[in-house]
């Protein structure tokens, strides 16, 4: 049940449709994302779908079928190296694996990891038309067999990782949702707390025994902006003063030699040039900015 100050269910509900019918949960989903396309991977998983999730319309594909399994929704998706969700595709309970390879579309010039499921002369054709390496065991029943790398072909426990993880939402282990919409909606909003969730800890690990602190010098970069969604203000690109100096450190080797006496790590996208650096302790929460722009480091 909701909390009263939430207001009637039926707006919420209509709300929430509104949303997914508008695509709003995966534009969050696509913002929030910062992959490592290294290597990518496949893989799907079968959800229950309850019998309140049937009888939306005969005429219309929802993502329902039937299987051995009983009514059931495939979950589709595609992983970065690190195992975190890129794309997300439905369809029913029935449908073949290999049948779903436009989760590809765009990705390029990467090291596919799939299971035998995927493996067919389609989707190796397809896998070779975006300058990609198929990293799939063929079948047992198969004539000649292709080599692929056994020891990438490792890593991909992290994309059934990941289904563990969304599994966890109880409206994503089994489906209540009529209409696929407002499903996916679901799905891509638990993959979107997968994310934040890794950018908190990316943020966390910069933290060493030594120091506390960490330079913030692009606030474009994912664990800026995972720290600026605990601190709740904005990180720019701001000034780095060396205690005890009366100038602005602006020479690029005397800002090499003197930051990381003071900062614990310098996040950075991209050469950084003469843009100085915003200081952020990250010892507990919530997080204390120390110095925002120009001046000496308060510790």
Known sequence: MLPFYYGKY??????????????????????????DLQEVML????????????????????AIGRSVGGITTKIHAMTDALGNPIEILLSEGKTHDSKVANLLKNVYNTKVIADRAYHSNEI?????????????????NTLNHIPFDSHVYKERHLIENFFSKIKHFRRVFSRFDKTISAYIGMIKLACTFIWLLRNYFCAQNLVTKSKNTVGIR????YVPRAISAEIGEPLVISSFIVPGHQHVVTDCDEVDSQIMNYLDAVVESDYCGYDLTTVVELLELPYQILRQGAGEIDL
């Open 43 to 62: 893989d799907s998983t079968i959800a229950r779908a309850h019998a309140c999730a049937t009888g939306y319309d005969k005429d219309d594909n929802q």
């Open 10 to 35: 039926r707006s919420i509900h209509k709300r929430f449709k509104d949303w997914c019918d508008k695509d709003i949960f995966s534009r969050l989903f696509k913002s929030v994302q910062n992959p």
């Open 124 to 140: 190796r054709q397809h896998i070779q038309s975006i300058s990609s390496e198929a990293v799939i065991p063929c079948k047992s």
């Open 218 to 221: 692009v606030s474009e970069h």
